[in-house]
């Protein structure tokens, strides 16, 4: 039977761990980075008896993950952000896969996001079904500073139960995590020698709503769709401003 480290990287997220965690009592051991909390999501943590520790440098979220990782003692990982959360059917699932070695392959996960309090099921977010279980042996995440992945020869495969996903508590806290990553991809862009003026912004901003709106049918997901779609415009809209502000 396999051994399994659950690992992720954490900031603030007292509030998602106290959800995150119960789900993960299955797994041999928890690891979780601290990349500069400052509310008790460390005392949290090592409450339920994971194993913790502080990042000391920020270089983006995919070394940040390979830093998680190193510091598991077990070769296969599972690797969530504090703000998702394993459905009782893919534990169950993932539980029989241990007991085969995970028939030696590395797994995705499907993943179905709230947005408003509402499951989303179009916008986009339907096909979203990340790899999220693997032996660190045969892969590890890449570089990315964001919209890191994980990188394996392994085969590849996808578990049937549902990863939930509650990625934003508030409309705040959409915004906020708009700009950042929007910041560090504009910054990501400018160094690849990209630019961008205001009319590009704009047309970036609009043909992310209809592509998430009519092409990728967010329309029906009524309310809670339309702002998804409008405000995940914006993010894009943002970027590219940022981009046009920094070559100023």
Same mark, same amino acid.
């Given at each position: 039977?396999?051994?399994?480290?659950?690992?992720?990287?954490?900031? $603030?997220?007292?509030?998602?761990?106290?959800?995150?965690?119960?789900?993960?009592?299955?797994?041999?051991?928890?690891?979780?980075?601290?990349?500069?909390?400052?509310?008790?999501?460390?005392?949290?943590?090592?409450?339920?008896?994971?194993?913790?520790?502080?990042?000391?440098? #920020?270089?983006? %979220?995919?070394?940040?993950?390979?830093?998680?990782?190193? /510091?598991?003692?077990?070769? #296969?990982?599972?690797?969530?952000?504090?703000?998702?959360? /394993?459905?009782?059917? &893919?534990?169950?699932?993932?539980?029989?896969?241990?007991?085969?070695?995970? &028939? $030696?392959?590395?797994?995705?996960?499907?993943?179905?996001?709230?947005?408003?309090?509402? /499951?989303?099921?179009?916008?986009?977010?339907?096909?979203?079904?990340? /790899?999220?279980?693997? $032996?660190?042996?045969?892969?590890? %995440?890449?570089?990315?500073?964001?919209?890191?992945?994980?990188?394996?020869?392994?085969?590849?495969?996808?578990?049937?139960?549902?990863?939930?996903?509650?990625?934003?508590?508030?409309?705040?806290?959409?915004?906020?995590?708009?700009?950042?990553?929007?910041?560090?991809?504009?910054?990501?862009?400018?160094?690849?020698?990209?630019?961008?003026?205001? %009319?590009?912004?704009?047309?970036?901003?609009? &043909?992310?709503? &209809?592509?998430?709106?009519?092409?990728?049918?967010?329309?029906?997901?009524?309310?809670?769709?339309?702002?998804?779609?409008?405000?995940?415009? #914006?993010?894009?809209?943002?970027?590219?401003?940022?981009? #046009?502000?920094?070559?100023?």
């Amino acid at each position: 039977m396999a051994k399994v480290s659950a690992v992720m990287i954490v900031k $603030n997220e007292s509030a998602n761990l106290k959800r995150c965690l119960p789900a993960l009592s299955w797994t041999d051991e928890i690891v979780v980075l601290d990349t500069g909390s400052e509310d008790d999501t460390i005392d949290l943590a090592q409450s339920f008896g994971c194993k913790t520790a502080k990042l000391d440098v #920020w270089e983006g %979220f995919g070394k940040a993950k390979q830093k998680a990782v190193s /510091l598991a003692e077990n070769d #296969w990982i599972l690797s969530l952000d504090a703000d998702e959360l /394993l459905s009782e059917d &893919l534990q169950e699932e993932l539980k029989a896969l241990r007991e085969q070695d995970f &028939l $030696n392959c590395a797994w995705r996960l499907k993943r179905k996001s709230f947005y408003e309090g509402k /499951l989303i099921h179009f916008c986009g977010w339907q096909n979203d079904c990340p /790899l999220r279980v693997f $032996n660190r042996l045969k892969g590890n %995440f890449n570089d990315l500073p964001v919209h890191e992945g994980v990188k394996t020869e392994m085969e590849k495969r996808c578990c049937k139960g549902i990863l939930y996903h509650f990625p934003y508590a508030d409309k705040d806290a959409h915004f906020k995590k708009m700009r950042f990553y929007g910041e560090i991809r504009a910054k990501e862009l400018k160094s690849k020698g990209k630019k961008s003026n205001p %009319f590009i912004a704009a047309l970036r901003g609009i &043909l992310k709503f &209809l592509k998430m709106y009519i092409l990728q049918l967010g329309f029906l997901d009524g309310k809670a769709g339309f702002l998804l779609c409008t405000r995940s415009a #914006w993010g894009i809209w943002y970027k590219y401003h940022y981009l #046009w502000k920094l070559s100023q």
